[in-house]
């Protein structure tokens, strides 16, 4: 079909969530090695326009909500040569501990997780 398929977007959304966290001040891994994970429980994609086999592509992202125990984040994945807006997302994220218990996040990982406006409409 000349499109890139469905389910790749996931693994976008996935890679802009870890490099947001890093920009913010810590690496996934880092959570994960203080006994945390994120876990991924609820997924919204909004298709917009096609992304095509060798788009450049830009996937920004930003925290929608943040709550002790959960934080959603929201996606916006755009066309890099115009700046068309191909798809929006939100994931929603459970913090877990080593056992994959719900627990709450620690204070300090709370305050790098600050929602802002969302720069487009989901």
Known sequence: MGVVYHARYLVWLDMARTEYLREQGMSYRE?????????????SIRYRQPARYDDLLTVR???????????????????????????????AMLSLDSGFALTAMPDDVRRLLVPTAAPVRL
């Open 31 to 43: 959570f994960e090695e203080r006994g945390y994970r994120l876990a991924v429980s609820e997924v």
């Open 61 to 91: 992202c930003w925290v929608h909500e943040a709550a002790s125990r959960r934080v959603t984040f929201g996606y916006a994945i755009e066309h890099d040569e115009t700046d068309r807006l191909l798809a929006t997302a939100t994931t």
